[in-house]
């Protein structure tokens, strides 16, 4: 069913360009028709957003997402801070080949712009995370298609999104979504923390609790009582108020929660939650690979569960993959980029985006291809694309780490700095974006430059820094240990300097420190 309404909205959008192209449309009525198919008219080109759900691809996606490059763009790909992929150089009248191709792996850009519910987002670590309550990705998945084409929310005053996550550490940034979801058990049963109103932008706001534990098999009717007030409440006459935080900080969080309960009362008699046998049919799509099963079954019935550490700790139990003329160089990126999987004898890869001088989120076709290869080969053929715009392969056994490593170092994609100053989340700016103020891409290449000794980045710790062009905050620059906001000062570019932010369980908004910098003297700032 999902495969036919993507050709069919394929074969609808192929025809629109061939009007617009011939003329019988305008840009005015073509705009909102490309929006809702993904694409965007940026300062050189079109832009084109492909939906990644909640971050998880497998090998065959990720090569078409090679292919893609190759084909439409320029040979690379840009991971955003939504768990998607944006081309920034198509050409208009091969839109409805492009789309075609993503269609043959069951992939598409529908939902990626417009006011609507946006890609739904989750933690990287979904399935292999030791911490988490249960998998949040069946529930993410259900969220999906509730929302696609859904009638009552394909216009809402403004666009939405959403975050389920199943951790008590936020590897999402759910607090700042306009819906955040934490999975939570209370006297052994599944149920949803429900917090609303988070988001960044103009006016950035933390999500309150609206409510502590949803039973889980109401998630779908609280989740549709929640769109329901703000459908009805939200605000259509400015474009700045429009957004739901703004309407619960003029209700207030309480009275908020008020309506949403009794929206509920009414939605909950509708009928929509799904059966216990159609979410059971969508939790089998993420059931764990049988290897990992096989292990975790071994760890209960020996009682040793998987050690939760230093990787390169636990390999000491193994010397052979301690050794080798390059150990010094692969210790530095176990630890750093390699962490703990809840099945012993298994690991979590974290693939920077991040080379000293590179653009962050950046992949070339070439890099596409090796990172799908060792997907397939190695982490029982599944990625994930992560919101700070780096991959994870989640399954890799960690006898196969000297061999994965090896293979991302040749691709020039075993950069040791997860979670270091050089990691940095930057949106595309002023080189591509007709929104920005300050271009975000070189001033990024210039910090992670300033920084490049590894040794002196792993001195100063984790340290998260994030750099938007403009105020509407691509770049997370808000919940950024270090926040930079490109702003336009009377025709020059400026850069603020923001200090405190968080987007993990600690959640925290960065306050602006002052007068602004240039290009130069903010890269000065951030290393006084």
């Given at each position: 069913?999902?495969?036919?309404m993507?050709?069919?909205?394929?074969?609808?959008f192929?025809?629109?360009?061939?009007?617009?192209?011939?003329?019988?449309?305008t840009?005015?009525?073509?705009?909102p028709?490309?929006?809702?198919n993904?694409?965007?008219?940026?300062?050189?080109?079109y832009?084109?957003?492909?939906?990644?759900?909640?971050?998880?691809l497998d090998?065959?996606?990720?090569?078409?997402?090679?292919h893609?490059?190759r084909?439409?763009?320029?040979?690379?790909?840009h991971?955003?801070t939504?768990q998607?992929?944006?081309?920034?150089w198509?050409?208009?009248?091969?839109?409805g080949?492009?789309?075609?191709?993503?269609?043959?792996?069951?992939m598409?850009?529908?939902?990626?712009?417009?006011?609507?519910?946006r890609?739904?987002?989750?933690?990287?670590y979904a399935?292999?995370?030791?911490?988490?309550?249960?998998?949040?990705?069946?529930?993410?998945?259900?969220l999906?298609q509730?929302?696609?084409?859904?009638?009552?929310?394909?216009?809402?005053p403004?666009?939405?999104?959403?975050?389920?996550?199943?951790?008590?550490?936020d590897?999402?940034?759910?607090?700042?979504?306009?819906?955040?979801i934490?999975?939570v058990e209370?006297?052994?049963a599944?149920?949803a923390?429900?917090?609303?109103?988070?988001?960044?932008?103009?006016?950035?706001?933390?999500?309150?609790?609206?409510?502590?534990?949803v039973?889980?098999?109401?998630?779908?009717?609280?989740?549709?009582?929640?769109?329901?007030?703000?459908n009805r409440?939200?605000?259509?006459?400015?474009?700045?108020?429009a957004?739901i935080?703004?309407?619960i900080?003029?209700?207030g969080?309480a009275?908020y929660?008020?309506?949403v309960?009794?929206?509920?009362a009414?939605?909950?008699?509708?009928?929509?939650?799904p059966?216990?046998?159609?979410?059971e049919?969508i939790a089998?799509f993420?059931?764990?690979?049988?290897?990992?099963?096989?292990?975790?079954?071994?760890?209960?019935?020996?009682?040793?569960p998987a050690?939760?550490?230093?990787?390169?700790?636990?390999?000491?139990?193994?010397?052979?993959l301690?050794e080798?003329d390059?150990?010094d160089e692969?210790?530095?990126?176990?630890?750093?980029n390699?962490k703990p999987?809840?099945?012993?004898?298994?690991?979590?890869?974290?693939?920077?985006?991040?080379?000293?001088?590179?653009?962050p989120g950046?992949?070339?076709?070439?890099?596409m291809?090796?990172?799908?290869d060792?997907a397939?080969?190695?982490?029982?053929?599944?990625?994930r694309?992560?919101?700070?715009?780096?991959?994870?392969l989640?399954?890799?056994?960690?006898?196969d780490?000297?061999?994965v490593?090896?293979?991302?170092?040749?691709?020039?994609?075993?950069d040791?700095?997860?979670?270091?100053?050089?990691?940095?989340?930057a949106?595309?700016?002023?080189?591509?974006?007709?929104l920005?103020n300050?271009?975000?891409?070189?001033?990024?290449?210039?910090?992670?430059?300033?920084?490049?000794?590894?040794?002196?980045?792993?001195d100063?710790g984790?340290?998260?820094?994030?750099?938007s062009g403009?105020?509407?905050?691509?770049?997370?620059?808000?919940?950024?240990h270090?926040g930079?906001?490109?702003v336009?000062?009377?025709?020059?570019?400026?850069?603020q300097?923001?200090l405190g932010?968080?987007?993990?369980?600690?959640?925290?908004?960065?306050?602006?420190?002052?007068?602004?910098?240039?290009e130069?003297g903010?890269?000065?700032?951030?290393e006084?």
């Amino acid at each position: 069913y999902d495969q036919a309404m993507v050709d069919a909205r394929v074969a609808e959008f192929r025809d629109q360009v061939r009007r617009r192209m011939s003329g019988e449309l305008t840009e005015d009525q073509f705009k909102p028709l490309r929006l809702m198919n993904g694409l965007y008219l940026q300062l050189h080109a079109y832009m084109l957003r492909v939906a990644i759900p909640y971050g998880t691809l497998d090998s065959r996606q990720m090569r078409m997402l090679a292919h893609i490059a190759r084909k439409y763009d320029r040979d690379y790909g840009h991971f955003t801070t939504r768990q998607n992929i944006q081309y920034n150089w198509i050409k208009l009248e091969e839109c409805g080949d492009l789309l075609a191709d993503l269609a043959s792996v069951e992939m598409h850009a529908i939902q990626t712009s417009g006011n609507c519910i946006r890609n739904i987002s989750s933690d990287q670590y979904a399935g292999a995370a030791a911490d988490e309550v249960t998998d949040p990705r069946p529930w993410a998945e259900l969220l999906r298609q509730w929302s696609s084409f859904h009638p009552e929310f394909s216009f809402l005053p403004r666009k939405f999104k959403i975050a389920v996550i199943a951790s008590d550490e936020d590897r999402a940034a759910m607090r700042l979504h306009d819906i955040g979801i934490k999975l939570v058990e209370r006297d052994g049963a599944l149920g949803a923390a429900f917090y609303v109103g988070g988001g960044m932008g103009r006016t950035p706001m933390i999500a309150p609790l609206i409510k502590d534990f949803v039973p889980i098999a109401d998630f779908q009717s609280y989740a549709e009582a929640c769109l329901r007030v703000y459908n009805r409440y939200g605000r259509r006459d400015n474009i700045y108020k429009a957004r739901i935080k703004i309407l619960i900080h003029e209700l207030g969080a309480a009275e908020y929660a008020r309506q949403v309960e009794a929206e509920f009362a009414e939605v909950k008699a509708l009928g929509i939650d799904p059966p216990a046998a159609e979410l059971e049919r969508i939790a089998a799509f993420f059931a764990l690979p049988e290897p990992i099963e096989e292990q975790l079954r071994h760890s209960r019935e020996s009682g040793n569960p998987a050690p939760n550490g230093d990787i390169w700790d636990v390999l000491a139990m193994d010397p052979r993959l301690r050794e080798g003329d390059d150990a010094d160089e692969f210790e530095p990126w176990v630890r750093q980029n390699v962490k703990p999987h809840k099945a012993p004898g298994y690991a979590i890869v974290n693939i920077s985006l991040k080379p000293i001088g590179g653009i962050p989120g950046d992949a070339s076709s070439t890099q596409m291809d090796v990172m799908a290869d060792l997907a397939e080969r190695y982490s029982l053929d599944e990625l994930r694309v992560t919101h700070a715009q780096n991959i994870v392969l989640p399954h890799v056994a960690q006898r196969d780490l000297p061999a994965v490593w090896r293979a991302l170092r040749d691709a020039g994609l075993a950069d040791a700095n997860l979670d270091l100053i050089s990691d940095i989340i930057a949106c595309p700016g002023l080189d591509y974006c007709s929104l920005a103020n300050a271009r975000s891409i070189p001033v990024a290449q210039k910090i992670a430059r300033r920084f490049a000794d590894l040794d002196r980045q792993r001195d100063l710790g984790e340290l998260k820094l994030k750099i938007s062009g403009c105020i509407n905050a691509c770049g997370h620059h808000h919940a950024g240990h270090i926040g930079i906001l490109g702003v336009d000062r009377k025709g020059v570019e400026n850069y603020q300097l923001l200090l405190g932010g968080s987007g993990a369980e600690d959640v925290s908004l960065g306050t602006i420190t002052g007068p602004g910098f240039d290009e130069d003297g903010i890269v000065d700032a951030v290393e006084r």
